[in-house]
Protein backbone atom coordinates (compact mmCIF):
# COMPACT_ATOMS: atom_id res chain seq x y z
CA UNK A 1 0.00 0.00 0.00
CA UNK A 2 1.42 3.47 -0.73
CA UNK A 3 1.22 6.30 1.56
CA UNK A 4 -1.25 8.43 -0.23
CA UNK A 5 -3.61 5.00 -0.31
CA UNK A 6 -2.93 4.93 3.09
CA UNK A 7 -3.50 8.50 4.22
CA UNK A 8 -6.78 7.89 1.95
CA UNK A 9 -7.81 5.09 3.87
CA UNK A 10 -6.91 7.13 7.31
CA UNK A 11 -9.07 9.82 5.79
CA UNK A 12 -12.31 8.01 4.98
CA UNK A 13 -12.20 5.67 8.00
CA UNK A 14 -12.13 8.81 9.69
CA UNK A 15 -14.90 10.39 7.61
CA UNK A 16 -17.27 7.28 8.35
CA UNK A 17 -16.62 7.30 12.56
CA UNK A 18 -17.59 11.18 12.98
CA UNK A 19 -20.17 10.59 10.03
CA UNK A 20 -18.93 13.96 8.26
CA UNK A 21 -18.40 14.40 4.35
CA UNK A 22 -15.12 14.15 2.49
CA UNK A 23 -15.23 18.03 1.82
CA UNK A 24 -16.23 19.03 5.28
CA UNK A 25 -13.38 16.61 6.58
CA UNK A 26 -10.82 18.29 4.04
CA UNK A 27 -12.19 22.06 5.46
CA UNK A 28 -12.02 20.90 8.79
CA UNK A 29 -8.61 19.17 8.92
CA UNK A 30 -6.42 21.12 6.30
CA UNK A 31 -8.65 24.10 5.43
CA UNK A 32 -9.32 22.94 1.88
CA UNK A 33 -12.75 21.26 1.07
CA UNK A 34 -11.29 19.60 -1.99
CA UNK A 35 -8.48 17.97 0.08
CA UNK A 36 -9.78 14.34 -0.44
CA UNK A 37 -10.43 14.78 -4.15
CA UNK A 38 -6.85 16.32 -4.81
CA UNK A 39 -5.73 13.09 -2.35
CA UNK A 40 -7.10 10.58 -4.50
CA UNK A 41 -5.65 12.38 -7.84
CA UNK A 42 -1.93 12.04 -6.17
CA UNK A 43 -1.79 16.18 -6.20
CA UNK A 44 -1.13 16.37 -1.90
CA UNK A 45 1.90 16.97 -0.32
CA UNK A 46 3.43 15.12 2.15
CA UNK A 47 2.72 17.99 4.60
CA UNK A 48 -0.66 18.66 3.99
CA UNK A 49 -1.07 14.54 4.32
CA UNK A 50 0.75 14.81 7.76
CA UNK A 51 -1.86 17.84 8.48
CA UNK A 52 -4.57 15.84 7.94
CA UNK A 53 -3.38 13.14 9.58
CA UNK A 54 -2.25 15.08 12.78
CA UNK A 55 -5.91 16.34 12.78
CA UNK A 56 -6.82 12.65 12.67
CA UNK A 57 -5.14 12.38 15.45
CA UNK A 58 -6.05 14.78 17.49
CA UNK A 59 -9.72 14.21 17.17
CA UNK A 60 -9.23 10.61 17.58
CA UNK A 61 -7.53 11.30 21.01
CA UNK A 62 -10.60 14.11 21.89
CA UNK A 63 -13.20 11.47 21.52
CA UNK A 64 -11.05 9.05 23.73
CA UNK A 65 -11.16 11.52 26.73
CA UNK A 66 -14.71 12.67 25.86
CA UNK A 67 -15.25 8.59 26.81
CA UNK A 68 -13.64 8.30 29.46
CA UNK A 69 -10.23 6.06 27.83
CA UNK A 70 -7.29 5.78 30.34
CA UNK A 71 -4.72 7.88 29.89
CA UNK A 72 -1.95 6.54 27.13
CA UNK A 73 -4.89 4.49 25.41
CA UNK A 74 -4.33 5.25 21.60
CA UNK A 75 -6.59 4.33 18.68
CA UNK A 76 -3.14 5.67 16.21
CA UNK A 77 -1.44 3.23 16.89
CA UNK A 78 -1.35 1.96 13.55
CA UNK A 79 -0.19 5.66 11.33
CA UNK A 80 2.23 5.20 9.07
CA UNK A 81 5.57 6.91 10.63
CA UNK A 82 5.73 10.58 9.81
CA UNK A 83 8.39 12.17 7.55
CA UNK A 84 11.34 14.14 8.83
CA UNK A 85 10.50 18.19 8.67
Known sequence: M??????LSRVL????????????????AVGDSTFVQRLRDGRVTI????????WIEEQDAAALVSAG???GASRTDNL?????E
Do not use: H, N, W, Y
Not at 2 to 7: A, G, I, L, S
Not at 80 to 84: E, F, I, K, L
Open 2 to 7: TMTETV
Open 13 to 28: ACCERRSIAETTFGKL
Open 47 to 54: RIAEQALR
Open 69 to 71: APD
Open 80 to 84: PPRAA
